[in-house]
């Protein structure tokens, strides 16, 4: 059972490029989500999904683009990526809203230079 | 902004010391939930409270929802260097966004 798998793990950007984050979960999950993570701010939602065809704004969704054609896949696009967006990204996936906790990805440690 | 606030955000103790972490947001919680993120790893979801004034234990740790679900704590009894990490907090805020806390980074001298 792989859980939440992401790729890469490691990317550097140049300013200007764009990428995409795979993110797949092989448990069934209805409830997607991807997060960043930067030093002393904690994790910030991007965006969300609750169902394939389903997506929406978390807090800091500016420079992001996803889409949820399958239950099991939720990549994360970098439209024109900026030095601010150098940070490590999560994806992470949850039964539900009330059903147990979010399993999370190991990550991708994105660098724009 | 934070709609889910954590203090302290770093928690230096020695080995064997007692620590708190208290996590409260601006709006009621239909459930919280606590996780774990080890130096260098990735969030690991330690348990979930629904309950208002639900107190849950798992050995050493002891986990509190506030009786208005709108704050909880988490507090470690004699600390080992095997607790080091940083721990969040989260909640289901507003309609499906499931927000993290900041997060208390927890580091423990043998």
């Known amino acids: 059972n792989a859980g939440v798998t992401q790729t890469p793990k490691f990317q550097v950007l140049k300013t200007g490029q764009s990428m995409t984050l795979q993110c797949a979960q092989d448990?069934?999950?209805?409830?997607m989500s991807w997060y960043r993570q930067d030093p002393g701010m904690g994790l910030r939602l991007i965006h969300y999904s609750v169902g394939a065809g389903i997506t929406d704004q978390g807090e800091v969704p500016n420079g992001y683009n996803v889409s949820r054609s399958t239950t099991e896949d939720f990549p994360l696009r970098l439209l024109s990526a900026a030095p601010s967006q150098t940070s490590v990204y999560f994806c992470?996936?949850?039964?539900?809203?009330?059903?147990?906790?979010?399993?999370f990805g190991s990550g991708t440690r994105l660098t724009v230079v | 902004g934070q709609q889910v606030m954590q203090i302290p955000q770093y928690q230096h103790v020695q080995e064997g010391e007692d620590f708190t972490t208290y996590c409260n947001s601006s709006?009621?919680?239909?459930?919280i939930q606590w996780y774990k993120q080890r130096p260098g790893g990735h969030p690991v979801f330690l348990i979930q409270l629904v309950k208002s004034g639900e107190v849950k234990k798992q050995k050493r740790l002891t986990f509190q929802f506030g009786e208005a679900k709108k704050n909880s704590s988490l507090h470690i009894t004699a600390t080992q260097t095997t607790d080091v990490g940083t721990y969040f907090c989260?909640?289901?805020?507003?309609?499906?966004?499931?927000?993290f806390g900041s997060g208390t980074k927890l580091n423990v001298k043998p």
């Open positions: 992470a996936s949850s039964y539900a809203e009330s059903v147990g906790g979010y399993t």
């Open positions: 989260a909640g289901w805020v507003d309609f499906n966004k499931f927000y």
């Open positions: 448990m069934n999950h209805e409830y």
């Open positions: 709006t009621t919680l239909s459930n």
